[in-house]
């Protein structure tokens, strides 16, 4: 029989580390160093670049001060006056074989409600939001499955395009009762 070493004798690992624990010192002194650092960082980056607020310049010479104007939500007061509370139906038809796109308008803030079904299958979708004025092609996609009915609502989270990419697999035309409600425009087929 062999003879058990220490470490089998008292049960331990030889994996097994020691850890100590930090004093409440130690601990109390990096929480204040940690709060520190997030004051600096609240100071010379965040009131500036959210908020256009730099006591210490630091935000300026960082080129951080354009961001908060950017970043202020601004609604504009005539496209809000020119977006009426709306109801409305329309009829698409989507050919085989083929995509399109159905869009609509919205305002910051604002919020569609939306109800469509397909006769006949299902159809791909993708509910998507295209921000005004971009040029990069970015959009942001909110729902993209296969459905023959959806329903829900959208408060836009910026001014721009929103609307719905359908895609007909099939070997006839199908058509998409679309019923929406809120403040939009109708910007139609695209």
């Avoid at 058990?4 to 624990?21: F, I, P, R, S, Y």
């Avoid at 630091?58 to 601004?74: D, E, F, H, N, Y």
């Avoid at 001014?159 to 006839?172: A, I, Q, R, T, V």
Wanted: charged share 20%.
């Amino acid at each position: 029989m062999t003879e058990l070493t220490e470490l089998e004798h008292t049960g331990k690992a030889e994996h097994e580390l020691d850890h100590t624990v930090q004093s409440t010192a130690t601990l109390l002194k990096a929480s204040v160093c940690a709060g520190l650092l997030a004051v600096v960082v609240l100071i010379s980056t965040i009131l500036p670049a959210e908020y256009g607020i730099d006591p210490t310049g630091i935000g300026k010479v960082m080129g951080l001060i354009p961001l908060a104007s950017a970043a202020t939500p601004v609604k504009d007061t005539q496209a809000a006056q020119d977006l009426a509370y709306q109801e409305n139906s329309v009829d698409i038809t989507v050919p085989a074989r083929t995509g399109l796109e159905y869009k609509f308008h919205l305002v910051k803030g604002d919020t569609m409600r939306y109800t469509w079904t397909s006769t006949d299958d299902e159809l791909f979708f993708d509910f998507h939001g295209e921000p005004e004025g971009d040029t990069s092609g970015y959009f942001e996609s909110y729902t993209v499955s296969t459905a023959d009915n959806v329903r829900g609502s959208l408060t836009a989270s910026f001014n721009g395009s929103h609307g719905w990419y359908w895609k007909n697999e099939g070997l006839s035309p199908i058509v998409v009762t679309l019923k929406t409600e809120g403040r939009y425009k109708i910007i139609g087929i695209k």
